[in-house]
């Protein structure tokens, strides 16, 4: 049986490269959208991925890539503020090239009025694609379980502590490669998802305390959580040379969790995703290494 062409973006990306590596396990052609050639992109190469090098912002480029592909993984990264030109060109692209389904990632927090510029172009660009008329349909995850290493292992190897500004709400935090699971399970069988936006979460509804705690017990030492003032932890950022655009949308976030809007568990990992998520302690234990203790005993 022949297999749709699927057009993986962002393919080096947290979701992307797991997202290309799903399909690829399944039987599906893949397409894999690059900036540049690294090791990443030669790996998914040797997985079967045909490799293409192409820009966002460069319709004729984004053409070129979307040429004879059927299905589609968009993903845009967020540190700048192009998102909505990006998507109005990808729109553009799969609209004229007759493109099936498209399936984007967006974030719990999109909506018309959110303090935060990147939410506010998620949103928009979940309806551009909508008018695009190609089938698209809208992953909304909360906070990546990545995030716990990319804000926190510095401070929790060095301190034994975790800087948030994220109050006492909860989240549940999603793994990168459940996210990819779930978009690989509409990339697989799009029809019953048009038009859907699925909130994406981890098992567990958690504080941040509740996050230090099995920190705490998975690496063998004590680790706390510190609330930090939201101005305090945006100029840190800054500080450390994040652009102000993602500085501007990481705190605005941080107020929506201090607000609830973060806090969600659902069954989309397991009913689209085909088993369930990996949960904070089996995702602390697989990142020891990053947290500084690889050689600390697993207490699960």
């Keep these: 049986m022949n297999r749709p062409l699927i057009l993986v973006t962002g393919a080096t990306g947290k979701t992307g490269q797991n997202v290309a590596q799903e399909m690829l396990e399944r039987g599906f052609p893949v397409r894999a959208l690059a900036r540049a050639h690294d090791e990443r992109t030669k790996r998914l190469e040797e997985l079967g991925a045909d490799i293409v090098l192409g820009d966002f912002h460069d319709l004729r480029t984004m053409r070129a890539a979307v040429n004879g592909t059927q299905r589609v993984y968009f993903c845009y990264p967020p540190q700048g503020d192009r998102l909505v030109e990006a998507t109005t060109i990808l729109a553009t692209a799969t609209r004229d090239a007759g493109v099936e389904n498209v399936v984007n990632i967006s974030q719990i927090s999109a909506r018309p009025d959110s303090k935060s510029p990147l939410a506010r172009h998620h949103w928009l660009s979940e309806n551009i694609l909508d008018w695009a008329g190609v089938g698209a349909m809208h992953l909304r995850p909360t906070f990546f379980a990545e995030m716990l290493l ?60 509740e996050v230090a705690k099995v920190l705490s017990e998975e690496l ?61 302690r089996a995702f602390i234990q697989a990142n020891r290494k990053g947290f500084g203790a690889e050689a600390v005993q697993s207490h699960a």
């Design 150 to 209: 990319i804000l926190g292992a510095a401070t929790v190897e060095r301190e034994g502590k975790l800087y948030l500004p994220y109050g006492d709400e909860r989240h549940a935090p999603v793994a990168a490669a459940d996210i990819a699971r779930v978009a690989a399970g509409v990339l697989a069988s799009p029809a019953s998802h048009v038009g859907e936006r699925y909130v994406v979460t981890g098992p567990h509804n958690m504080t941040l305390s």
């Design 220 to 280: 063998g030492r004590s680790i706390e959580y510190v609330d930090l003032p939201n101005e305090s932890w945006g100029q840190a950022l800054l500080g450390l040379g994040h652009p102000e655009f993602l500085v501007t949308h990481l705190q605005a976030v941080a107020d929506d969790h201090k607000r609830g809007v973060f806090s969600a568990v659902t069954d989309v990992v397991e009913r689209i995703g085909g088993r369930a998520p990996q949960s904070p």
